[in-house]
């Protein structure tokens, strides 16, 4: 499955930005998708996953700010982020995977095999 996360920009604290995750001839249906972020010196941290069955998890860092959704082909996965701080400045990555991973093992890069190229996010103050 090829990915490519794209929609990443220069914004100011408080505004909102949309990233879009498309994958090329296939579609989300069967599919686990995640987003990541990885910023400067740091490890890459899970944001936010969607199982097949439609359930959502938010780390919370984000809840209550970022939001994911699907488009009615399910071929895009979007990740609405509202309410920026200069803390969510990173380079964003979505990641998909056949088989979800559950329990901490959602929280590991390496669960999954599929990944987007990844889209800057810089969040000015």
């Known amino acids: 499955v090829q990915l490519q996360a794209y929609g990443g920009g220069l914004v100011q604290v408080g505004d909102s930005l949309r990233l879009s995750c498309a994958a090329s001839g296939y579609s989300f249906n069967n599919l686990a998708v995640a987003w990541f972020r990885q910023a400067p010196g740091k490890d890459r941290e899970l944001l936010a996953i969607t199982w097949r069955h439609g359930n959502t998890y938010y780390v919370d860092s984000v809840k209550g700010r970022f939001m994911m959704s699907t488009d009615d082909a399910k071929t895009t996965v979007y990740l609405q982020m509202n309410d920026l701080k200069s803390e969510d400045t990173a380079v964003y990555y979505c990641?998909?995977?056949?088989?979800?991973?559950?329990?901490?093992?959602?929280?590991?890069?390496?669960?999954?095999?599929?990944w987007g190229q990844g889209t800057q996010v810089t969040v000015s103050s």
């Open positions: 990641a998909a995977d056949h088989d979800p991973p559950f329990g901490s093992q959602k929280f590991k890069p390496s669960s999954y095999h599929n």
